[in-house]
């Protein structure tokens, strides 16, 4: 694999790199490439990529402020986009503890390299800890369940730093309105988590499980409400109104505001109370096999004239909007 954090005009701040030295990949020609990407989105597309293929391996991005972090693997690597934010952190929490500025970042590289290959260690036994939990549940002769197998082992991903919260707490947080969180999860609503740091961190921890079907940006604490998060925790959201277009969690009042009201989804959340993170995950995925189902065959019409329910109509019409 090849790390790359360089600022948004392409200068190469850190790098970790992997490959053998048969395999050359020149930091120039990759750091150009992100500049251009990061002009053309700004300037054309509106929006910033989050991976494109290059070379025969995938290059995922992530951009945080001044910040881009890169990574560069092999399209069969368990390490995707979702270890970037984490990997960015570690960069940022070296530069806040020397108070360095960005192009004074080569001589921390050490620092920075132990604290990014801790990450990337972190990362690795995580997923090989959740293989092994969901292995001792999976039927190796299904096709179907070897499938599920491999999506938990490519999207799953896990901080040890902040505990699972049980579906069962977060019924007694929040007795009504789970419903609302998994419909707005499933579509693309944003949601704010608001309450306790502590409690607020591990909440989200375990909402993130009720995403099978994409993978979620996600902030576990803000000092103040950020857009661009499929799922942030924050006190200060002043300015925004709950609305079916976003969703706020208040731990504190017991409450979800905003968001969309589903008896499809209310069905699969009252199965939640009592299950594990992986059992969660489990049941969602089964439950929104008819969504991949029907994207797959792309006979949309067929699909919801004949064999879904008016509801599913409603809710895979959303979800191909926002796709």
Known sequence: MKILITSKNGELLYQYDSYSENVVIDNALVTGLISAIITLSSEVVYSFPREIEYEGKILFFYNENELVASLLVDIESPFNGNILPLLLAEFKQVQ??????????????????????????????????????????????????LIKLKNVAKDSMLDNSRDFLSFEVITRLIPEGIDKILYGLVIGIPVIVAGNRNIVESMIQSLRFLSPTKLLKVKFWSFSYERGYDIIGT???????????????????G????????????????????????????????????IFQSLESLSIRAHSKESLPLEKQMILLELLEKL
């Open 96 to 145: 806040l503890k020397h108070k360095f500025n960005s192009y004074e970042a080569i001589s921390y590289e050490e620092e920075i390299g132990v604290q990014i290959k801790s990450c990337l260690a972190g990362y690795l036994s995580n997923i090989q800890q959740n293989m092994i939990n969901i292995f001792e549940k999976t039927d190796l002769t299904d096709y179907d369940s």
């Open 235 to 253: 006190n200060d959201y002043r300015g925004l109104i709950p609305s079916v277009s976003l969703i706020i969690a208040n731990l504190d009042d």
């Open 255 to 290: 409450i979800v505001y905003g968001g969309r009201s589903s008896s499809y989804f209310e069905g699969i959340s009252k199965q939640l109370p009592g299950l594990s993170a992986m059992d969660a995950y489990s049941l969602v995925r089964t439950e929104l096999d008819w």
